[in-house]
């Protein structure tokens, strides 16, 4: 059974950090796409960063980009999420998925797998 486990969410302040981790397990995804949604009540999930598979290119949204990197583990099955100069805006339940393409993926419905997401709350 393929699943995906986030982690590394929880309460900071705006300003501060946090580091997110996707572990992988059921299968291995060396040769797959990956990426970070998050979501907020009442909005649609929306990509933050995706990963091609071999961790040679990115893509990030532009609300995020200079603040948070994504990159994957030495075995390619974890992937990470660090998220610098957090910002109230920032606050949501993020969610690690993986794709059936090499190349970064940047719809949900590009996505065959997900997690069950990790919250996020940054305080003003």
């Known amino acids: 059974q393929v699943q995906l486990v986030e982690s590394g969410g929880g309460l900071v302040q705006a300003g501060g950090s946090l580091r997110l981790s996707c572990e992988a397990s059921g299968r291995t995804f060396t040769n797959n796409a990956m990426g970070w949604f998050r979501q907020t009540p009442g909005k649609e999930r929306e990509i933050v960063a995706a990963i091609n598979w071999s961790g040679g290119s990115t893509y990030y949204a532009d609300s995020v980009k200079g603040r948070f990197t994504i990159s994957r583990g030495n075995a390619k099955n974890t992937v990470y999420l660090q998220m610098n100069s957090l910002k109230p805006e920032d606050t949501a339940v993020y969610y690690c998925?993986?794709?059936?393409?090499?190349?970064?993926?940047?719809?949900?419905?590009?996505?065959?797998?997900w997690g069950q997401g990790t919250q996020v709350t940054v305080s003003s």
């Open positions: 998925a993986a794709a059936e393409r090499l190349r970064p993926v940047v719809v949900r419905e590009g996505f065959n797998y």
